[in-house]
Nanobody, 116 residues
Framework: QVQLVESGGGLVQPGGSLRLSCAASGFMITTYAMSWYRQAPGLERELVATITSVGFITNYADSMKGRFTISRDNAKNAVYLQMNSLKPEDTAVYYC?????????WGQGTQVTVSS
């Protein structure tokens, strides 16, 4: 059974950091582009960051550049999102995504709340 399970979310103060993890099972992420998305209440889901399967090329939404870092460990079948300098507007449910051709898998999401 294909699964993506996110973890690492929680409550953090503005300016703080969190590291999200996404563990894949039922398939190997080696040939998949891996991404993090987020969705805040009342808003559409938006792309946060992507890391390719070849060359580990990364791409970020403009508002996350310089603050967030996506990485992957194919040996552990996992992808990560290091989030620094967090802002209240980063509050959202963060989702892990694996995509390859017609295959498109999603995790259940992990809540990140940035508040003092």
């Amino acid at each position: 059974q294909v699964q993506l399970v996110e973890s690492g979310g929680g409550l953090v103060q503005p300016g703080g950091s969190l590291r999200l993890s996404c563990a894949a099972s039922g398939f190997m992420i080696t040939t998949y582009a891996m991404s993090w998305y987020r969705q805040a209440p009342g808003l559409e889901r938006e792309l946060v960051a992507t890391i390719t399967s070849v060359g580990f090329i990364t791409n970020y939404a403009d508002s996350m550049k310089g603050r967030f870092t996506i990485s992957r460990d194919n040996a552990k079948n996992a992808v990560y999102l290091q989030m620094n300098s967090l802002k209240p507007e980063d509050t959202a449910v963060y989702y892990c995504n694996a995509r390859r051709y017609l295959s498109n898998y999603w995790g259940q999401g992990t809540q990140v709340t940035v508040s003092s």
